[in-house]
């Protein structure tokens, strides 16, 4: 470290800074940085390297004069890990001290690493306790004044270093604490235990969504095509409006292929009465074509009835619930296949995707509480009264159990449809079990105990 050109201070001044100095460092790397750096001011060297005990005891390198970085592997911090390592072992005061003092080992890096004349100064607490130590280099001899006066200031420097540590050492801290007073340790055990013994109510969430619980189904009539809705989705009709219709253009043209049948039917039964008068054959005749007639009455009757049920209206009043109508639009469809169902607004209820991972026990009436996403603010009560056996896919893909509960109370917000997230309550069990419940389900899962 070169030395500046300004005058240094009167040994008693620098070394009442460095003390204040020493005080104001908030962490053990500004401490470390005042040592290494600013002691200079009260005695010139031209390195110096700080270090402490790890959590084993090795002494490591935590600062070095002049370098903000350390390199762990650099060939300079290895070699003065090792010099640290024996001063650490060799010297308990104060100790000035060149290469002919230490094994051959360290002779070969001592002329390319530190100055001719070195001082090994301890860092010590309150109570003795070695928290560290600096060694300095430098060209001249230490002088024995020198070596006091730094001897009194790595005094100060060991208690700031000291203080610092226990201020950091948050665990001891505490730990000391209860070891002096045991009872507030054993206090605080037991109002766990206890805590842990308290019955809690079971509870779990879950998403929901408000559905209606009787809802009529509207279905096809018969195979056909899809060809128009004449109400939109979510709407509500009256009863005998209509709601979709069929394609009609098959049986259109099978009516008037039926009703020219009929014409030349009842034409040929009427030629044969009028020959029966006059031909035995012919009265033979007429009453096979009279059958004839009435058969092709009777699908032409067949067909009307169908194109009847084209138009399909709304069994009751209700709101019709049905997709998107461009995805029915044009397509086929068999007799029977659900198309719209027609939910009572009166009769609302909430069905609850039940994840299998955060099943709980759940009694026939247990309380569920309802948060829309459009009114979080404003949950709704409802009440089980139908659980499924067994777990199926839920619209997430999720294996859940599907619950479906009856609202009690105001239901005004609740629009068929709508969606959120259910609270579900089970029974009280201890608070340890509510804790501990689903470590212990995981712990099982991997360890199959």
């Known amino acids: 470290m070169t030395a500046p050109s300004t005058a240094a201070p009167s040994p008693l001044a620098a070394l009442l800074h460095l003390e204040a100095r020493a005080r104001a460092a908030r962490d053990l790397a500004s401490l470390d940085f005042v040592i290494a750096n600013e002691t200079w001011q009260l005695a010139p060297y031209r390195q110096a390297v700080v270090f402490r005990p790890d959590a084993l005891g090795r002494p490591r390198l935590t600062a070095v004069s002049g370098l903000a970085v350390l390199e762990g592997d650099a060939p300079f911090t290895l070699w003065i890990n090792r010099l640290a390592a024996h001063a650490w072992k060799a010297f308990g005061e104060p100790k000035a001290f060149t290469a002919q003092d230490l094994p051959a080992e360290f002779a070969e890096g001592w002329g390319e690493w530190m100055p001719a004349n070195g001082l090994f100064m301890p860092l010590s607490g309150p109570d003795g306790e070695r928290l560290g130590a600096v060694v300095f280099g430098r060209d001249d001899a230490w002088a024995e004044p020198t070596v006091k006066q730094l001897t009194l200031l790595h005094e ?19 730990m000391g604490r209860f070891g002096r007073s045991s009872w507030w340790l054993k206090a605080a055990l037991a109002a766990v235990l206890l805590a842990l013994l308290i019955p809690v109510r079971m509870s779990v969430l879950a998403p929901a969504e408000v559905i209606a619980l ?24 009256r009863k005998d409006q209509i709601l979709f219709t069929l394609d009609r253009t098959t049986l259109a043209s099978r009516r008037d292929v039926a009703q020219k049948a009929l014409e030349v039917a009842r034409t040929d039964a009427l030629l044969a009465a009028q020959k029966a008068f006059q031909s035995d054959e012919s009265r033979g005749d007429l009453a096979v074509l009279q059958g004839r007639v009435r058969e092709r009455e009777a699908e032409l009757a067949y067909i009307d009835a169908q194109l009847a049920r084209v138009e399909v209206r709304a069994p009751a009043t209700g709101i019709a619930v049905f997709g998107d109508p461009n995805d029915w639009i044009g397509k086929p469809v068999q007799t029977g ?3 719209v169902l027609l939910a009572d607004p009166a009769d609302a209820g909430v069905l609850v995707w039940l994840p299998v991972a955060d099943a709980i026990n759940l009694e026939p009436g247990a309380e569920i509480r309802l ?69 212990l389900a995981t712990l099982r899962e991997w360890t199959g105990l």
């Open 337 to 339: 296949e659900r198309i």
């Open 371 to 439: 948060f829309l996403h459009v009114a979080p603010l404003k949950p709704l009560t409802a009440s089980l009264t139908q659980t499924s056996y067994q777990a199926t896919p839920s619209p997430d893909g999720i294996s859940a159990y599907r619950i479906r509960g009856h609202f009690q109370g105001d239901t005004g917000i609740a629009r068929i449809g709508l969606k959120g997230t259910a609270k579900l309550y089970g029974e009280r069990r201890p608070l340890a079990y509510l804790v501990f419940r689903r470590p």
């Open 214 to 237: 009787e809802a009529q189904v509207v279905s096809a009539p018969m195979d056909g095509v899809v060809e128009a809705f004449r109400v939109k989705p979510n709407q509500e009709v």
């Open 156 to 174: 100060a420097y060991g208690y700031s270093l000291w203080a610092l540590i226990r201020a950091e050492s948050l665990g001891s801290r505490v």
